[in-house]
């Protein structure tokens, strides 16, 4: 028997592309590196055990994930004839059912704001991850391991059949274990790894059209007449700006 996915693609490839774009284009999403450069510390011989379980963590998982040769856009794509699909998708329903489950635990609907699935945020993951390019080939590789760690510490603390079917009390117990800026000893990739999720997730998110109404983003708006200049508050962050920078002959004059 086939079980049902718990998370539904909604989004067309030219809506989950224009959510892609305004992700990469985002100053919620800061660079990375890589957690598999601290995956070495990860084994049984240095991990602390969990104060919840009195274990140790999982290993770290060694995935070897191959890499996506499809071309993108290159660097003078068409404007008027867009490829519909510059890549393929590459999460599997389980693993988009797992970025569903951990948006959701990252931004959970509230009383003013939906849940991060409700703004397709998964679907944005999986456009990113999928982009064959360096950035986005390396949080692949670090969210498909973090995906395979959540499974086996899953196993580790009870939960037979991996982390999706685990209860939401064990949800919450691994993730207290890796969220935080301090981690036990041998939590530090999967710690690293999830940092990474949690500022895509939240990048994702606000990256939406409502998530930018929230924020107060305006974008690009259109001036009727003359255009006004920059208003006081924007001359006045720009002096001091250029006066820490010792360039105080630049600043705005008019």
């Known amino acids: 028997m086939t079980q049902s996915p718990l998370y539904q693609s909604q989004l067309t490839r030219r809506e989950s592309l224009k959510l892609f774009a305004a992700l990469a284009a985002s100053t919620l999403l800061p660079a990375c590196d890589s957690p598999s450069q601290s995956a070495a510390t990860n084994s049984a011989a240095s991990a602390a055990p969990s104060a919840a379980t009195g274990k140790a963590a999982a290993p770290w998982p060694r995935i070897k994930v191959a890499a996506i040769t499809a071309p993108g856009y290159g660097k003078d794509p ?55 390019y360096e950035q986005q080939q390396a949080d692949r590789s670090d969210l498909l391991c973090l995906f395979k760690w959540l499974d086996d510490e899953s196993h580790q603390r009870g939960a037979a059949s991996g982390f999706i079917k685990a209860d939401s009390a064990l949800h919450h117990a691994i993730l207290t274990d890796i969220a935080f800026d301090e981690v036990a000893a041998g939590y530090e990739a999967p710690a690293a790894a999830f940092a990474r999720l949690r500022s895509l997730v939240v990048a994702a998110y606000y990256a939406t059209p409502e998530g930018h109404k929230e924020v107060g983003y305006l974008g690009n708006t259109a001036i009727a007449g003359d255009y006004p200049g920059p208003s006081p508050e924007a001359k006045a962050h720009l002096t001091q700006v250029l006066s820490q920078l010792g360039l105080t002959e630049f600043a705005y004059q008019g």
């Open 78 to 132: 068409s404007m008027l004839m867009p490829p519909p699909s510059p890549w393929p998708l590459t999460l599997s329903q389980s693993e988009l059912d797992k970025v569903a489950v951990l948006a959701d635990l990252i931004l959970p609907a509230s009383n003013t704001a939906p849940a991060a699935t409700a703004r397709k945020v998964p679907e944005v993951i999986n456009e990113w991850v999928s982009a064959p």
